[in-house]
């Protein structure tokens, strides 16, 4: 049973900087595509970030790029989020999600969910 566990969620200024990461237990990674997720209060989840079970190939949703940066170490079963010049507009609860397939920034394509961590960004 694949398990996702998130962290390095926290409060931060605007303009800040952010590393979540996600460790799974149960299975190995190498073969999940891995993606970031995030749901803002009152509003529909919104793909962030995804990367293919390689790390060759990556996507960003347009209210990311440039900011954020995506990155898997397969060997550590972990993927994590860099996320730099962080804005108001970011805070969210962010979920790390896999599925077996390639990248994806649809919320509803992934099977494997983690708990989710909060980002706050104050202005």
């Known amino acids: 049973q694949l398990q996702l566990v998130e962290s390095g969620g926290g409060l931060v200024q605007s303009g800040g900087s952010l590393r979540l990461s996600c460790t799974a237990s149960g299975v190995t990674?190498?073969?999940?595509?891995?993606?970031?997720?995030?749901?803002?209060p009152g509003k529909e989840r919104e793909?962030?970030?995804?990367?293919?079970?390689?790390?060759?190939?990556?996507?960003?949703?347009?209210?990311?790029?440039?900011?954020?940066?995506i990155s898997r170490n397969n060997a550590k079963n972990t993927v994590y989020l860099q996320m730099n010049s962080l804005k108001p507009e970011d805070t969210a609860i962010y979920y790390c999600v896999a599925r077996y397939y390639g990248c994806s920034l649809s919320p509803n394509e992934y099977q494997h969910w983690g708990q989710g961590t909060q980002v706050t960004v104050s202005s």
Request: with cysteine.
């Open 47 to 69: 793909g962030v970030s995804c990367i293919t079970s390689n790390g060759g190939s990556t996507n960003y949703a347009d209210s990311v790029k440039g900011r954020f940066t």
């Open 29 to 40: 990674l190498d073969y999940y595509s891995l993606a970031w997720i995030r749901q803002a």
